[in-house]
């Protein structure tokens, strides 16, 4: 049963320390997407990765975080330092797109989250 | 404004009722649209898909969108207490690189 998989499942940290989130593709799959969840804001996309290649970060406040994919089966997202306002649960999901619009499967499958609270 | 808007709720039910969750979108460029349902501490997973106008049926599930009126929906029928979770609506443009979500309509079915 392939599914996403996203290391830690919990992490406090304190203001100003690193916290780098991990995931692993399902095996096979192209595309990586990292999301932030709130309450407030609902899933706001991150980072979105083809290929390992970054496509879209500009959800991403580019002081502080950073999302990499050094090889096809993992996926990080740091954020240095850390502040109270990025507590969050964060999801990393994978999928298969195709080069154009109707190549591909637009199905994403997400992982089970990292619930980070920065005290 | 965001892109897409959806009641959070929370919409409480007795099982057996139909429910209809919306969602308003302003980008017309919006070719792609998606129900994901999310149970509590976990990931959304991917309900329906349908792509442009029309509607679509999957067992107690049917997804319909109005491009006219920039406003789509998903029915339940005959809702049970595994239904309780939180639905989100999700939307691609025609360019076909990013996914847009509303941010989730709380849903509990009561036995």
């Known amino acids: 049963d392939a599914r996403v998989t996203q290391t830690p499942r919990h992490k406090v940290t304190e203001m100003g320390q690193e916290v780098t989130m991990r995931c692993q593709p399902i095996l096979g799959h192209n595309t990586v997407f990292w999301y932030r969840q709130t309450m407030m804001q609902g899933l706001e996309l991150l980072a979105y990765?083809?290929?390992?290649?970054?496509?879209?970060d500009s959800g991403m406040p580019k002081d502080r975080f950073s999302a990499e994919m050094p090889d096809a089966t993992l996926a990080t997202l740091k954020i240095q330092p850390s502040e109270p306002r990025d507590s969050a649960v964060y999801f990393c999901a994978s999928g298969n797109k195709g080069g154009s619009v109707a190549g591909g499967s637009y199905e994403q499958y997400f992982g089970p989250g990292t619930r980070l609270t920065v005290t | 404004q965001k892109e897409v808007e959806q009641d959070p709720g929370p919409l409480s039910v007795p099982e057996g009722a139909i429910v209809s969750l919306n969602c308003t979108y302003s980008?017309?460029?919006?070719?792609?649209f998606m129900w994901y349902r999310q149970y509590s501490r976990k990931g959304p997973e991917l309900l329906m898909y349908?792509?442009?106008?029309g509607n679509k049926e999957d067992g107690r599930f049917t997804a319909q969108v109005d491009k006219s009126s920039k406003y789509i929906s998903l029915f339940i029928r005959d809702s049970q207490p595994s239904d309780s979770a939180t639905y989100l609506c999700a939307m691609i443009p025609n360019t076909g690189n990013q996914f847009y979500f509303g941010t989730g309509t709380s849903l509990t079915v009561i036995p």
């Open positions: 980008n017309s460029a919006f070719q792609y």
């Open positions: 349908t792509y442009s106008s």
């Open positions: 990765f083809r290929n390992r290649a970054p496509l879209d």
